[in-house]
């Protein structure tokens, strides 16, 4: 069911009174798959915002449909597509896409030679991510960047990831190089 009346564009500082509602739906989804996330603070999404590294969908009217932001690692030679979220009564029309398409655009735009990736435990966004030419990967292919790693520890699954040394965990690696 395709929604082309939705916006969907790069964020700014007048779309930062959402972002309360999208740190709660990424971690009320994250529940609801039984799936680890790294937690976002809605200060955190209200800065990706700010700094024009996030991308956000909204009906006309201005209810929130959706987001995803983007983060540089390792000196800009990587750049992660992180958080994406749908708001559960816009999910399977498609907004999931076009946020992904629009959120790698940006990444081409603000780090033209960084190499893009993304882990994620759902299916869906490894269809998504295989559309727009990622391929999986091992942990050892994406950023050695400790602050990178750091952001993990709020997940459920962090004890996992350095069980392995960070060599793999629940999450599938995606990259775009």
């Known amino acids: 069911m395709e929604q082309p009346d939705i916006i969907v564009r790069t964020a700014t500082y007048a779309d930062v009174d959402y972002a309360s509602i999208i740190t709660t739906e990424m971690e009320a989804s994250a529940v ?6 790294a937690k976002r603070s809605p200060d955190y999404v209200a800065l990706k ?3 024009g590294k996030a991308v956000i ?9 959706g987001f995803c932001y983007i983060e540089a690692w390792g000196d800009e030679k990587y750049v992660a597509n992180s958080g994406l ?3 559960p009564a816009f999910r399977k029309t498609g907004v999931a896409k076009r ?14 030679e960084a ?3 993304g882990l994620t435990t759902g299916l869906a966004v490894m269809k998504i991510n295989s559309d727009l030419g990622y391929e999986p990967v091992t942990y ?6 400790e602050q990178f790693w750091a952001g993990c520890k709020s997940c459920v699954n962090f004890d996992i990831l350095m ?4 060599k793999n965990c629940m999450c599938t690696a995606m990259l775009y190089d």
């Open 163 to 166: 069980s392995k040394d960070r």
């Open 99 to 112: 946020i992904k398409e629009t959120v790698f655009k940006l990444s081409r735009k603000k780090y033209p």
């Open 115 to 117: 190499k893009i990736f």
């Open 140 to 145: 050892s292919e994406l950023t050695d960047d």
């Open 32 to 37: 609801a798959r039984g799936t680890g996330i």
């Open 85 to 87: 979220i749908v708001s």
């Open 57 to 65: 969908a909204l009906t006309p009217a201005g209810e929130w449909v």
């Open 49 to 51: 915002m700010e700094e």
